[in-house]
């Protein structure tokens, strides 16, 4: 039997201490996020001819947004269903679960939840600038630049974790956002499901964006003897940030409504 290489003591040594640090699992799960990003991007762009006949119709454009909205959707479904597990299953932020502050928990699951996050937003944020304006405006830069900024810096604070995962869970509209896009551009607006589509992406949005960001801003009021205690930048952060997010929401939601609107009026007159 041939003997395999070894590595030298010390290297192995260096690797082991960095497996084991905290960093290293960050940047892992980071990367994971993009790597991940770029799979769903190609399965949805090999699968999709075989479950819509017209995707090979579609222009260079469309693939590219039809298939970025597809790994859009993956980390939606897997960002939201995280954070409701650590915000309502998991006893993690329960006031009296811990001794320790609310602002400073954390978990292994929350650190790669986060990391996975910034990895998408950073695979998300180049396709629209390598793709600008094509794939969305600077609301969109906007709003990954501030989600990215702030996540970041909860993840290497271990900070804040708990605002953090609020706002990852509103990312539990995006599939019925791009549902929408998608029936569009398959020349399903006006399909029953268009409707329903619509009339759920609406309330989905006052329940995750709006009512979601009240309880926000109630929570941290509440805790705000906590909130002082995190680092300045981090602090500044979480009364900026956030407002800011909150208008986006705002604007977005009286666009829905109006589009809404729209589309209900229109059905009920083709009946």
């Known amino acids: 039997m041939v003997d395999l290489p070894s590595f030298p003591p010390a290297f192995t040594s260096i690797i082991g201490k960095l497996s084991s640090t905290k960093e290293f699992h960050w940047l892992a799960s980071c990367s994971f996020g993009i790597i991940t990003c770029k799979l769903v991007y190609k399965i949805t762009g090999f699968i999709s001819p075989f479950c819509f006949k017209g995707y090979r119709r579609l222009s260079n454009k469309e693939k590219v947004e039809w298939n970025n909205r597809g790994f859009s959707t993956f980390h939606a479904v897997i960002s939201s269903l995280a954070s409701l597990y650590l915000l309502l299953f998991s006893d993690l932020f329960y006031d009296d679960s811990s001794d320790e502050l609310i602002i400073n928990r954390t ?3 929350s650190n ?5 996050s910034i990895g998408y ?3 998300d944020l180049a396709m629209i600038i390598w793709h600008y304006p094509a794939l969305g405006g600077l609301e969109y830069v906007l709003h990954h630049g501030l989600s990215m900024f702030s996540i970041f810096l909860s993840l ?3 900070q804040g974790q708990i605002y953090i995962l609020m706002v990852l869970f509103s990312e539990s509209t995006t599939p019925f956002v791009n549902l929408r896009w998608y029936l569009d551009v398959a020349g399903q ?3 029953t499901i268009y409707v329903y589509n619509g009339i759920a992406l609406f309330f989905g949005w006052l329940i995750a964006r709006i009512f979601l ?3 926000f801003f109630a929570h941290m009021l509440n805790h705000f003897d906590q909130v002082k205690k995190i680092f300045p930048l981090g602090f500044y952060s979480l009364l900026i940030v956030p407002p800011l997010l909150a208008l986006m929401n705002v604007v977005w939601f009286w666009k829905i409504l109006k589009g809404l609107i729209k589309t209900v009026s229109k059905a009920s007159h083709t009946q």
Request: glycine share 4%.
């Open 112 to 116: 790669a939840i986060l990391g996975f």
């Open 121 to 123: 937003f950073l695979s």
């Open 156 to 158: 290497i604070s271990r």
């Open 189 to 191: 607006k006006s399909s």
């Open 107 to 109: 978990s292994f699951i």
């Open 213 to 215: 960001f009240i309880y």
